[in-house]
C-alpha cells in the first residue's frame, strides 16, 4: 500500500499524539511498523522525549536505626538440657600427612647437561624446563631411567600411583 497524503496527515497527528510506530502502524493497517519508522525519519518529524519514568528516582532517607547484632549469631540453637548430651560437633578425622615430592625445577641441572631439542638422545632425561618462548629454554639431560623418559627424580614427579593422586585431591 502506497503513502497517500490523507495517510501521511494521519501518521503525522498520531505520531504528534505520541503512539508507538507499532500502534501507528496498527491504525494506518496495511503497513508495519518498520514502513512507518522510515516514514517518520523521512518526513523528519521530530523524535519524542523520553518518559518522565526513566528518570532516576531520589532515595528515601533511611528511617530505620541500624539493628544491633544478635548474641550468638552464629552458633546453633540449642533445645532442652545440654549438659549430659554428647558433644554435637563432629570430629574431623586427622588426614594422613602426604609425602611432599620435590618440586619439579629443584633439581640442578649443570650447564654441561643442558640438553637442546637437537642434542636429545633415548638415554637422556627429557624434562623440559623453563618456557619454550625463552631463549634460556632447555631440557633435564641427565641419564633417564630404563624405560622411561625422564631421570630418576623428574620420573617420580611425573609417574604418581593413582591412589596417592586421589588422596592427594580429597585433602585439597
Request: hydrophobic share 35%; glycine share 8%.
Amino acid at each position: 500500500m502506497s503513502w497517500t497524503d490523507e495517510r501521511v496527515e494521519l501518521l503525522k497527528k498520531l505520531w504528534s499524539e505520541g503512539l508507538s510506530a507499532s500502534q501507528v502502524a496498527a491504525e494506518l493497517g496495511g503497513v508495519t511498523r518498520n514502513a512507518v519508522i522510515g516514514k517518520v525519519h523521512r518526513l523528519g518529524l521530530s523524535g519524542r522525549a523520553k518518559t518522565t519514568t526513566t528518570a532516576p528516582r531520589a532515595r528515601r532517607p533511611r528511617t530505620q536505626a541500624p539493628r544491633a547484632p544478635r548474641p550468638n549469631a552464629g552458633a546453633a540453637p540449642t533445645i532442652g538440657a545440654t549438659a549430659l548430651k554428647a558433644d554435637s560437633k563432629p570430629h574431623v578425622a586427622p588426614q594422613p600427612k602426604a609425602e611432599k615430592k620435590p618440586e619439579a625445577d629443584a633439581v640442578v641441572v649443570p650447564i654441561s647437561k643442558r640438553a637442546s631439542i637437537l642434542t636429545l638422545t633415548e638415554n637422556t632425561c627429557k624434562w623440559p624446563i623453563g618456557d619454550p618462548g625463552d631463549g634460556d629454554f632447555h631440557f633435564c639431560g641427565h641419564k633417564s631411567e630404563q624405560g622411561t623418559p625422564y631421570c630418576k627424580y623428574h620420573a617420580e614427579i611425573a609417574y604418581q600411583p593413582s591412589a596417592e593422586r586421589r588422596r592427594a585431591k580429597k585433602a585439597s
